[in-house]
């Protein structure tokens, strides 16, 4: 477990517990109160090694939520109306977290802090300060024995950071903010992405799928089919095809199959479209699960796409055949938009 999913987790037992005795959702709770409950009756841990750790991991959970606006600012440990709303979902917070841009100097100052400072035991974590010789030793910032407070106490400012400026130099800890920044920016803008195209759902360039299987000839041309229509549509933005939706609920239905991978896909699409269509394919952590994302990308130059080889059954699409979108349904164009299709790979040939 790592701290941010620690943290989470203390945020979700102070609610729990709250739940369940009137007293603390109404004044909050006291550390130790809450370590026993955490604990769940079998305090023997506070006696062992790791039992001050578990007790300090507890701490510096609590104290992060605080700065956050989740918990409130008081001894007494009480969850705000904040944290009750992010609990089931960090997602929004996170978001607004890996918005905020870093200069390169705060960048390495931090993914030192943040690969020093925290600490992990099996289902508990927590953070120890980094002294200042040790990052400066890291960073290799000898030259001025100042830059490297400067930059700290901007961090510390923003939150991304917690320190400690005395006389005899600095220590540094990771924070919840901080480690979010740098863990979970792919995670979170991509999370985000897939929230926007499923509350438009499927549209000229956006396709969704709760299967992507390609092992029969109808499955392929199926396949084919759909990506040609987000090639050839004359649409603004990234085209996509989502793989791990319900098409009639439009919810999570769960993750692709693992043996459709990029390699896979760029084999099928090599032999049966002409030009032949690139596209981008990855598999990444969604709220709910894995989602396929394949990205189709659309070079002028080579339009109009179409099927280089006749392929399926009951699905059969034929050499020369191309698709288009109108809205979500895929269709073969029109006179006009073949015309304008053509002419739109024409232009962009002759300007190359």
């Given at each position: 477990m790592n701290f941010i999913e620690?943290?989470?987790?203390?945020?979700?037992?102070?609610?729990?517990?709250?739940?369940?005795?009137?007293?603390?959702?109404?004044?909050?709770?006291?550390?130790?109160?809450?370590?026993?409950?955490?604990?769940?009756?079998?305090?023997?841990?506070?006696?062992?090694?790791?039992?001050?750790?578990?007790?300090?991991?507890?701490?510096d959970a609590v104290t992060n939520l605080q700065d956050l606006g989740l918990v409130e600012q008081d001894s007494q440990w009480k969850v705000t109306r904040t944290g009750r709303t992010l609990a089931t979902d960090m997602l929004p917070l996170w978001w607004n977290i890996c918005q905020e841009k870093l200069e390169p100097e705060h960048q390495q100052l931090l993914h030192v802090v943040n690969r020093l400072s925290p600490h992990s035991e099996d289902g508990y974590a927590w953070v120890e300060g980094i002294a200042e010789k040790v990052l400066t030793a890291e960073l290799g910032w000898f030259a001025d024995p100042l830059h490297l407070e400067s930059v700290a106490k901007d961090l510390e400012q923003w939150g991304y950071v917690s320190g400690l400026f005395v006389f005899g130099g600095i220590k540094l800890a990771a924070t919840y903010r901080g480690l979010v920044w740098e863990m979970k920016q792919g995670y979170t803008l991509m999370s985000r992405l897939i929230d926007d195209l499923v509350a438009e759902w499927e549209t000229t360039s956006v396709d969704f799928k709760r299967e992507l299987r390609v092992d029969t000839a109808d499955e392929k041309a199926e396949f084919i089919k759909d990506v040609l229509s987000l090639v050839n549509t004359k649409a603004s933005g990234q085209r996509w095809m989502i793989i791990g939706f319900n098409n009639a609920s439009h919810a999570y239905y769960g993750p692709p199959d693992p043996g459709v991978n990029h390699n896979r896909i760029e084999q099928i699409l090599s032999m049966y479209t002409t030009p032949y269509v690139e596209?981008?394919?990855?598999?990444?952590?969604?709220?709910?699960?894995?989602?396929?994302?394949?990205?189709?990308?659309?070079?002028?130059?080579?339009?109009?796409?179409?099927?280089?080889?006749?392929?399926?059954?009951?699905?059969?699409?034929?050499?020369?055949?191309?698709?288009?979108?109108?809205?979500?349904?895929?269709?073969?164009?029109?006179?006009?938009?073949?015309?304008?299709?053509?002419?739109?790979?024409?232009?962009?040939?002759?300007?190359?």
């Open positions: 620690w943290c989470d987790l203390i945020l979700i037992k102070l609610i729990e517990l709250s739940q369940k005795d009137s007293t603390v959702r109404s004044i909050g709770v006291n550390h130790w109160q809450f370590t026993e409950f955490m604990l769940e009756g079998e305090p023997t841990i506070l006696k062992e090694d790791n039992g001050s750790t578990f007790h300090k991991g507890i701490v596209v981008r394919y990855e598999v990444v952590d969604y709220r709910d699960g894995r989602v396929g994302m394949l990205e189709v990308l659309r070079d002028p130059k080579k339009l109009p796409c179409s099927v280089a080889k006749s392929i399926g059954d009951r699905k059969r699409i034929e050499q020369g055949d191309i698709f288009v979108r109108h809205g979500s349904q895929v269709e073969k164009p029109t006179t006009l938009e073949l015309q304008a299709l053509q002419d739109e790979g024409d232009q962009a040939r002759l300007a190359a």
